[in-house]
């Protein structure tokens, strides 16, 4: 974790709840705490900043089902110990990576102090992509110890697809029963089209470079962040770019990662008229080339209606208000953003 985090709001008597049982899960470790600050406390998600003699730390507990948090937790275990610019953990007194009460996994950090990154900063997007590339490069052969489940998403993307597929064609019988509601009428009477494209898309994913280069990567897997981004990532004081909160961490494509980053660049140009979605791939491939076959997965990958997706979700599962509008203009970044990647494939 990273000073640039927002502090938690919590009102003062949670606040005190939260500290007295930060002191009690820290008698699991070695660590005497001079002070503590309730950093995050929203939902399920608790982390702490404690203040020691040997630095401040970060006391977290782990939002993710038991078997996906030991993968990450030992992952991050080794990529520390072989000196990738990941936090280290601290062992318990008992030497264990973390502490378990009920369901939860807690697990103490070193805090890393630095600066985020600043995306409109020519040198701090290259830095962030480079440092990402090495991440995947430095994480080649993991393996997690015996008994801990992995967690892995290699083969399974065709499945990801028709999911999303599925749910945009269930989610038409919900905008059925609010035909007054201007956003439902848009969905109804263009959300074909996408559906239509995401299954284009599998096929394409299907008839491509993807399942060989699966077979490939579950020999000798990376790891995958899968949320990489300015909130998981800071300049630290030593000048080192850290990659923090990898609890999402998974086996992957590489690639995975890079699509989530160039996403929001692809109509986004700097001075010179470059757009940053080439930025982020051009870094990337300064430190880990990627061949023609594996550009045309990413392409393939960036053309899914992932964003059109997203909208759909908050407006049917999580229910959030969303305007016709909104939805109107990610409709129309879709269409823009086929287009544009389709020129991509053709210049391969």
């Known amino acids: 974790m990273a000073d640039q985090t927002v502090y938690s709001t919590t009102s003062p008597v949670t606040n005190e709840r939260l500290v007295h049982m930060a002191r009690l899960l820290l008698k699991q470790w070695d660590v005497e705490a001079k002070a503590i600050d309730v950093i995050q406390s929203g939902q399920m998600a608790l982390v702490w900043k404690v203040y020691t003699d040997d630095g401040p730390k970060c006391l977290k507990r782990i939002h993710r089902p038991k078997k996906k948090a030991l993968f990450s937790i030992y992952a991050q275990d080794t990529l520390a110990k072989k000196g990738v610019y990941v936090p280290r953990i601290i062992e318990t007194r008992n030497h264990r990576l973390f502490k378990q009460y009920g369901p939860f996994l807690f697990v103490l950090y070193d805090w890393i102090e630095g600066t985020p990154f600043d995306l409109n900063v020519h040198d701090d997007l290259i830095a962030m992509i480079e440092a990402l590339a090495h991440f995947h490069e430095q994480s080649v052969g993991y393996e997690p110890p015996p008994g801990v489940p992995v967690f892995s998403k290699l083969g399974k993307w065709p499945k990801h ?87 999402t961490t998974a086996f992957d494509l590489p690639i995975r990662d890079v699509r989530k980053m160039m996403v929001p660049f692809l109509f986004e140009t700097d001075e010179k008229g470059k757009t940053k979605a080439d930025i982020v791939l051009e870094a990337y491939e300064d430190v880990r080339p990627l061949t023609k076959k594996e550009k045309k997965v990413l392409f393939i990958d960036l053309l899914f209606p992932y964003d059109l997706h997203e909208l759909a979700v908050e407006k049917y599962i999580r229910n959030v208000p969303i305007t016709e509008a909104e939805l109107a203009e990610a409709m129309a970044y879709e269409q823009a953003k086929w287009e544009e990647i389709e020129r991509r494939l053709d210049s391969l």
Not at 192 to 216: A, C, M, P
């Open 161 to 247: 697809y028709m999911k999303r597929c599925r749910q945009l064609e269930a989610w038409k019988q919900l905008a059925e029963l609010d035909r007054d509601d201007p956003f439902s009428r848009l969905y109804l009477a263009e959300i074909d089209r996408f559906i239509e494209k995401g299954e284009e898309v599998l096929q394409q994913l299907l008839e491509s470079y993807y399942e060989t280069w699966v077979e490939q990567m579950k020999k000798r897997p990376s790891l995958c962040h899968q949320d990489y981004g300015t909130g998981n990532s800071l300049r630290g004081e030593d000048g080192n770019v850290w990659i923090i909160d990898l609890d």
